[in-house]
């Protein structure tokens, strides 16, 4: 099975771009939905988050996200900390995941997916770009977010220039349209490859 890594910035479109890779027929795993069940579900995982950050992190056998974020989005090392315990159990997940689907190969979508890993157990990965601009305007629209907020969030991740240099391949999202075929060529292209 192969398995290709799909990432962007904030506002480039990823969830937009999966949606029609969907429509293709093509399985996508959507890693940052999936690290918020294995946070809640995984029994190793929920005893190391415990174990690093204390009982605090679960109430009622829930996540306590609220209680978490304060602990990790002002402290780096901690950020990083938690990171670590969470990116394997996600990356192992994936694996089982993508062996178990049928079709010619499988999607995973996520923002870090140079960071965390992710990349390392892929086959091919895809950065979805924008301008800047429409990906700042995207991203207040969907979120209800301010510029600055926004701004202040593409700050810590990587650019758009970034990725596409790290990435084998980009889709610029700019309209439906051209992403659509972008989209079709490259899943015709891969189909190619593998018959």
């Given at each position: ?54 009982s605090?992190?679960y ?31 996600v ?11 049928s079709?010619?190969?499988v ?63 980009t ?25």
């Amino acid at each position: 099975m192969i398995k290709v890594g799909l990432c962007g910035t904030i506002g480039s479109g990823k969830s937009t771009v999966c949606r029609m890779f969907e429509q293709l027929g093509v399985a996508t795993y959507i890693a940052d939905d999936r690290a918020k069940e294995l946070m809640n579900c995984d029994k190793a995982l929920i005893e190391s988050i415990v174990a690093a950050f204390g009982s605090e992190c679960y109430l009622n056998g829930e996540l306590n996200r609220k209680y978490l974020a304060s602990q990790i989005f002002t402290d780096d090392s901690k950020r990083l900390q938690l990171n670590s315990l969470v990116h394997p159990v996600v990356c192992r997940h994936f694996c089982e995941w993508a062996d178990a689907q049928s079709g010619d190969y499988v999607i995973v979508e996520s923002a870090i997916l140079f960071e965390s890993g992710l990349k390392d157990v892929v086959d091919y990965t895809v950065a979805v770009v924008a301008p800047a601009d429409v990906a700042i305007e995207r991203a207040m629209a969907r979120d209800g977010a301010t510029r600055e907020a926004v701004l202040s969030r593409m700050a810590v991740q990587m650019s758009a220039e970034q990725l596409q240099s790290r990435a084998d391949f980009t889709i610029e999202n700019i309209s439906l349209q051209s992403t659509k075929a972008q989209v079709a060529d490259f899943d015709r292209a891969l189909r190619d490859e593998i018959s």
